[in-house]
């Protein structure tokens, strides 16, 4: 069996690294032989920080499932087409908008000094902040502000892109079209139905739906109707997880 986690809301928490008992946990599952693969929002280079160095050689999506990585190494990139590119950056200027932009390893950020994002972000200097139009390539786009949020959302509706609206944060997530948890858990060659799946957001939903068991880590009133149980975000939400693990490394042994 695979067993897929989320990180940050879901095995982690207000930006912290994943806690040395969750980690056994997850070794426990490998030494079953069961894989276990991590499905980040975050970047690979931001992935990478909250996870022990000897979990680096996992399997490991990225930007919403725009970076895939094997052994340490990126083997895929999915980014914006030029056209889209044009048309994103347009609304970025009419609704001035400001902005982390990830490149495939790289980024660009024009928000708030003290944007909590900023806790999360590049936090070992592995990537270098640079000019959007320095960025190679684009594979994900987070609004932070705007002028107009709401109609910017709505002009971003008319694009061949995935939006995903944090509104707890207030901020628009925007993946390449077709891109999302599930489309790179295909590119792994991990089937529908032949995994279990861990998360806490709407992004989580394509994988939540394609699995053979869906847990969701608190509550999302969207992410709610895919999820096959909840265990409660609440003082106890490591033990509640460590002590899942442990019955699903039992059930399918």
Sequence with gaps: ????????????????????PILQSLEQLTASGHEVVFASARPIRDLL???????HGYKMIGGNGSLICQNGNIKQVARFSPTILVKL????????????IDGDWDYAYTGPADH??????????????????????????????????????????QLDVIIHLHRDEGILDISPTG?????????LNISSGSYIAFGNDTNDISMFE????????????????????????????????????????????
């Design 89 to 100: 950056k347009a609304l970025l200027e009419k609704y001035q908008a400001t902005y982390l």
């Design 116 to 157: 909590p994002i900023l806790n999360n972000l590049n936090p070992h200097n592995l990537a270098e902040k640079k000019p959007l139009e320095k960025l190679s390539s684009i594979i994900k786009i987070l609004i932070l502000t705007s002028c107009n949020m709401e109609a910017l959302h709505e002009d971003l509706k």
């Design 49 to 55: 920080p909250v996870l022990h160095k000897r979990f």
């Design 179 to 187: 891109i999302h948890k599930w489309s790179a858990l295909k590119q």
């Design 1 to 20: 069996m695979h067993f897929v986690f989320d990180l940050d809301g879901t095995i982690c928490f207000k930006g912290q690294p994943v806690t040395e």
């Design 210 to 253: 394609h699995a053979h068991h869906a847990v969701m880590i608190g509550h999302h009133e969207i992410l709610a109707p895919y999820s096959d149980e909840a265990i409660t975000n609440d003082v106890n939400v490591e033990q509640q997880i460590i002590e899942k693990l442990a019955e699903f490394n039992v059930r399918y042994a």
